[in-house]
């Protein structure tokens, strides 16, 4: 017993304040609230209003179809700004890590599919592209303990190329325009079996020097 009280203690028996967890809280839920991730669920809710506007009156009309395509259009925009306004001011979280990823799978496969029933697009085209994104996603659940692949060049090139060519399939074109799409499309394919044969590549080039590291670490 030393007669000093536990506040004097250098605060050891202090009691925390009454608000402290509720602040600490607060700031969790703000971390998670922000205008990146705000961005990501807006591009979600806008997948179900996409397909809905797309087969509006038989998948057919003209005004639906444009509208369908302004949905789409946003829903691209905001692809490029949460990512960039995320690692921009330090607002990555787990929710975006998981969630940016589905809303860009989910907005492009929907419009792809939706796209293959209505007749306007080949399936054999829809399965190339939802097929390289799928062994993408699992390839790099197979080499992550060995690092990450970061995104390439040509990546982004043929994520450009998907959506201006998804979105010219969107709309209700005719003439130059309807051939101009076939051939924006042909680029997008092309992009797509490159890009994806080029992550092979280092996807198996990264597990081989992660294998020879930790045998030489042994």
Not at 15 to 37: D, E, F, T, Y
Not at 78 to 92: C, E, K, M, S
């Amino acid at each position: 017993m030393t007669g000093v009280p536990a506040s004097a203690a250098g605060g050891t028996g202090r009691r925390p304040a009454p608000g402290a967890k509720l602040g600490a809280a607060a700031v969790n839920q703000a971390s998670l609230w922000n205008i990146a991730n705000i961005l990501t669920m807006i591009r979600l809710v806008l997948v179900p209003g996409f397909v809905l506007l797309l087969l509006a009156d038989g998948g057919y009309d003209p005004v639906w179809r444009a509208w369908a395509w302004a949905a789409f259009a946003v829903a691209m925009i905001t692809d490029i700004f949460d990512g960039h306004l995320a690692r921009t001011y330090n607002l990555v979280t787990d929710f975006g890590k998981i969630a940016d990823p589905i809303a860009d799978k989910a907005i492009m496969g929907s419009a792809l599919i939706c796209l293959s029933w209505l007749g306007d697009l080949p399936w054999w085209v829809t399965g190339l592209i939802l097929g390289r994104e799928l062994g993408i996603t699992l390839m790099r659940f197979w080499v992550i303990r060995y690092g990450v692949i970061p995104a390439s060049r040509g990546g982004k090139l043929k994520t450009l190329a998907q959506g201006t060519a998804v979105g010219m399939y969107v709309l209700a074109l005719t003439g130059p325009l309807a051939s101009l799409r076939f051939w924006v499309m042909a680029v997008a394919v092309v992009l797509t079996v490159v890009t994806g044969l080029d992550y092979i590549r280092q996807a198996v080039v990264l597990r081989r020097q992660g294998l020879e590291a930790e045998r030489a670490a042994r």
